[in-house]
């Protein structure tokens, strides 16, 4: 993860906007002659934007934190793993005991979630073939992982947290994964677009799908 300043991403943004006008009226630049509240709208549009990102991007795209979390693991080889409260998406997870890691977690709403739970053990996931799920316990994010031999214990576990501006103005940064800086800044500017009804907003969309290959 890199952090960026909300100046620096607002100062990309513009110049997304100012390069991708394709009628030169730069309708949206000059509706606000002084900036500022262009420069607010941006910023509101910021986290939305990361977020996004983030959630869409393939997995060899995108970096992330370690989380400090311990694992339970039952009689029947279920792993239980407590989530940060700031978290969004997993990166990568693996067991110690597993041959292969997880980047795609399956829901607890998969019909291949209540499999996990067979009393069989060719049915649910193992250190061959390991499955994990995101599902929640009284309230909290829990991750599972399907399944692990007794003594296991966490070999990775890199999530995505939720993006949050942190800091104060004018210093005010925001963390992005290393590759995904540019669709970031293209989703963002068409966001403001759409704001200003602007046809510039699909151009911009789609510019910023194009980054994420």
Same mark, same amino acid.
């Given at each position: 993860?890199?952090?960026?300043?909300?100046?620096?991403?607002?100062?990309?943004?513009?110049?997304?906007?100012?390069?991708?006008?394709?009628?030169?009226?730069?309708?949206?630049?000059?509706?606000?002659?002084?900036?500022?509240?262009?420069?607010?709208?941006?910023?509101?549009?910021?986290?939305?934007?990361?977020?996004?990102?983030?959630?869409?991007? #393939?997995?060899?795209? &995108?970096? +992330?934190?370690?989380?400090?979390? $311990?694992?339970? *693991?039952?009689?029947?080889?279920?792993?239980? =793993?407590?989530?940060?409260?700031?978290?969004?998406?997993?990166?990568?997870?693996?067991?110690?005991?597993?041959?292969?890691?997880?980047?795609?977690?399956?829901?607890?709403?998969?019909?291949?979630?209540?499999?996990?739970?067979?009393?069989?053990?060719?049915?649910?996931?193992?250190?061959?073939?390991?499955?994990?799920?995101?599902?929640?316990?009284?309230?909290?994010?829990?991750?599972?992982?399907?399944?692990?031999?007794?003594?296991?214990?966490?070999?990775?576990?890199?999530?995505? #947290?939720?993006?949050? &501006?942190? +800091?104060?103005?004018?210093?005010? $940064?925001?963390? *992005?994964?290393?590759?995904?800086?540019?669709? =970031?800044?293209?989703?963002?500017?068409?966001?403001?677009?759409?704001?200003?009804?602007?046809?510039?907003?699909?151009?911009?969309?789609?510019?910023?799908?194009?980054?994420?290959?």
């Amino acid at each position: 993860m890199i952090s960026k300043t909300i100046a620096e991403i607002t100062k990309s943004v513009k110049i997304a906007i100012d390069e991708n006008d394709s009628a030169g009226s730069n309708s949206i630049l000059v509706a606000d002659p002084d900036q500022l509240q262009l420069d607010e709208l941006i910023r509101s549009k910021i986290v939305d934007a990361v977020r996004y990102i983030h959630q869409v991007a #393939p997995s060899h795209r &995108i970096d +992330g934190v370690t989380a400090s979390a $311990t694992a339970t *693991i039952s009689q029947s080889g279920k792993v239980t =793993i407590p989530l940060p409260a700031d978290f969004m998406r997993i990166v990568i997870f693996k067991m110690t005991g597993w041959t292969r890691p997880i980047t795609d977690p399956i829901s607890d709403t998969s019909p291949l979630y209540a499999m996990q739970h067979s009393k069989y053990t060719g049915i649910k996931g193992g250190s061959e073939k390991p499955v994990a799920a995101i599902t929640s316990v009284a309230g909290q994010k829990v991750l599972e992982g399907f399944s692990s031999p007794a003594g296991d214990s966490i070999e990775k576990l890199v999530y995505l #947290p939720v993006p949050k &501006i942190e +800091g104060t103005s004018p210093n005010e $940064t925001i963390s *992005i994964c290393n590759q995904l800086l540019q669709p =970031i800044i293209y989703q963002c500017a068409g966001l403001v677009a759409m704001t200003y009804k602007d046809e510039l907003a699909k151009s911009l969309f789609e510019i910023a799908q194009s980054y994420l290959v």
